[in-house]
């Protein structure tokens, strides 16, 4: 089964507090989540939650670290397999802080287990202006089709204009922007976007997952009989 894009929403609460909640449509089962989440707070993740009845999803969710830069920080996340068809993520900080956001990606025909095929994460300052002058830095993946979404804030300087090269255009633009494709073929990727008007200072995540093929679903397989 070949990955596909469901849905992508964001999140951009006013006021401060300790927890971000990022509200989707319904989960499909088997689907995976990459969420990207910002906070002006140097605060540590405690929880990262959905809402499935019965809370068949703990567990699953992985933090991929935190990105500072400009006293804004960020996390990148991703769950596999999610089931219960959840409605809503809930992201947990051990303080409150302003200036919260994030987008939340979910993908079909991914691998079940062990489906991260790299991820890239890069404080630019002072980049740009100019074609793909913002990015994550480039990760190498490893199998063709994988469903990769990169996501960009801004913390000071230009504007985040349009998606980068090979990306199409932006699906969110509302505290993150972000973008996502399906890459045709394994090899070099970087997110990235064009800059307009002065350089910019700003926080940039690149996750890629592998489709299900990767994990060994649907590939072709021979059978011998013993004489």
Known sequence: MAASHIQAVT????GSAN??????????????LIAVVAVQ?????????????????????????????????????????IVGN???LTVTWNAAGDYR???LYEGAGLALSAGLDGFSSLFTAAS???????TSGAITTTEDGDYAVAAFVRTGGGTIASAGTGWGTFDLTTGF??????????GSLAGTATITGSAIDGH????????????????????????
């Open 177 to 186: 922007s972000s973008e996502h494709q399906i890459q045709a073929a394994a």
């Open 101 to 103: 956001h994030g987008v």
């Open 41 to 81: 707070a140097d605060t540590t993740i405690v929880s990262i939650v959905d809402n499935a009845a019965g809370s068949p999803n703990a567990g699953k969710y992985v933090d991929l670290g935190k990105l500072s830069g400009s006293s804004y920080f960020t996390w990148g996340i991703y769950g596999l397999n």
């Open 204 to 227: 940039a995540w690149l996750i890629a997952l592998k489709p299900t093929a990767a994990a060994g679903a649907g590939k072709p397989y021979a059978i011998y009989a013993q004489q």
């Open 86 to 88: 959840p409605t809503s």
């Open 19 to 32: 927890t971000l909640v990022i509200s989707m449509a319904a989960v499909g089962t088997g689907s995976g």
């Open 11 to 14: 999140a951009d609460p006013a």
């Open 128 to 134: 740009g202006p100019g074609t793909d002058a913002m």
